[in-house]
């Protein structure tokens, strides 16, 4: 049975999965809720490591199912031939392929780049690795905080006069997947233009490198090297985490002086406003550290939810710093979408981060992650066309298991 269109701008575009744990995936997860036909070709003999961590039933593992939404799974083993040539098969009725596996695999594999454009002239072929696929390096394979560190970003978290903290593993892989997954939409309007295919070589340290750019220029234009400041900004003064009420925080940041004086003003400190240390941004950067202490000194007796209210009021940014409790239960994010409750073929529902963006005629997304092989039916009948019998000796033969 075809899966039932949802609508949105890549309604019809038809993507297959050749990828593990996050990365990958999170690009084919943004994809699917563009609203392409995503399918990840699957094995029992190879299981991504996010379906066997930590859990009993591969059908249910919450990291698989976090980044899979609105997916179809098919069962076939690329490390046999026959499994490769059902790869091929699909791949010429498909319009984009994203793999993220070790270095050289896909190759090694006879999935690479010239093999399958032979299948698919026009195909949108995404490689994804550290280093990518080229330059000295390229042989070499990590994970999220490999990426955050060698592009550099580790490097600059960290509390002001220590030794950097590192930047959280997550950071890494959605970014590093964001960016694949935009060059994938790039891609496709070339190709919409042009009827060109194009070769995708993304690479996780680049990625993570672009969004530090400001940093990465100064260094090569002025040889400074930025050390760890904390949560202070070049161009905003007050900025920070400052403690409230019951162990709870609060983020401020101030943008501009009009902003320090409606900030004064809530304090009932208007004086301070107008005081020669703190009137302007470069007097105020000049003496952080005493303008910190004095905001943290107000903000301890505050709640840290009435304040951000009453400041956001004025057109101060501010905000209170949710735990994960908080972030489930804040209603803007319910009102937003930007959780989605999805649910699976028993009819069992759960609730996904959505995608991170509203626009008119939107995907539909209601489906969780799929089972193992849960669509081998439509793939292998219904897009290859192989009979019952067909499929039946393949599965006897663990091709497609």
Not at 33 to 48: P, Q
Not at 64 to 89: H, R, W, Y
Request: neutral net charge; aromatic residues 6%.
């Amino acid at each position: 049975m075809s899966p039932a269109a949802r609508g949105g701008p890549l309604q019809g575009v038809r993507v297959i999965e050749l990828t593990k744990v996050w990365a990958g995936p999170y690009t084919g997860k943004l994809l699917a809720f563009l609203g392409a036909e995503v399918i990840r070709v699957e094995s029992r003999e190879s299981l991504d490591v996010t379906r066997t961590y930590g859990v009993a039933d591969i059908d249910k593992a919450p990291g698989f199912q976090a980044v899979n939404p609105q997916k179809l799974s098919v069962q076939i083993d690329m490390k046999t031939k026959e499994g490769v040539g059902l790869i091929l098969a699909l791949l010429g009725k498909s319009d984009v392929v994203i793999e993220n596996l070790r270095p050289g695999a896909v190759k090694r594999l006879g999935l690479g780049y010239d093999t399958v454009k032979s299948a698919k002239p026009d195909i949108v072929y995404v490689s994804m690795g550290m280093y990518g696929s080229e330059g000295p390096l390229s042989y070499q394979t990590g994970y999220a905080p490999c990426f955050a560190a060698l592009g550099g970003l580790s490097a600059l978290v960290g509390y002001e006069g220590e030794a950097p903290g590192g930047m959280n593993v997550r950071y890494g892989d959605s970014t590093y997947g964001t960016a694949a997954a935009y060059a994938t939409m790039v891609a496709l309007l070339h190709r919409r233009r042009t009827g060109v295919g194009q070769y995708i070589d993304v690479s996780a340290v680049e990625s993570m490198t672009s969004m530090i750019g400001d940093t990465v220029m100064d260094y090569t234009l002025n040889g400074t090297v930025q050390r760890c400041e904390g949560n202070r900004h070049p161009e905003m003064a007050p900025h920070g985490v400052y403690p409230c009420r019951e162990q709870q925080w609060i983020s401020i940041a101030v943008a501009s002086d009009p902003a320090w004086s409606a900030l004064a003003e809530v304090m009932a400190r208007p004086e301070l406003a107008q005081h020669p240390d703190f009137r302007t941004l470069a007097a105020r950067k000049a003496r952080e550290p005493e303008l910190d202490r004095l905001l943290a000194a107000w903000t301890a007796s505050q709640d840290a939810q009435d304040l951000a209210g009453r400041l956001q009021a004025r057109g101060i940014a501010a905000a209170k710093s949710q735990s994960s409790v908080d972030l489930v239960a804040d209603p803007q994010l319910w009102a937003r979408q930007f959780y989605r409750t999805v649910s699976d073929r028993d009819g069992d529902t759960r609730t996904v981060v959505g995608p991170g963006w509203s626009m008119t005629g939107e995907a539909s997304i209601a489906d969780a992650a799929p089972r193992l092989g849960e669509h081998n039916a439509y793939v292998l009948g219904q897009l290859l066309g192989l009979s019952a019998a067909e499929r039946q000796g393949f599965a006897d033969a663990g091709v497609t298991r």
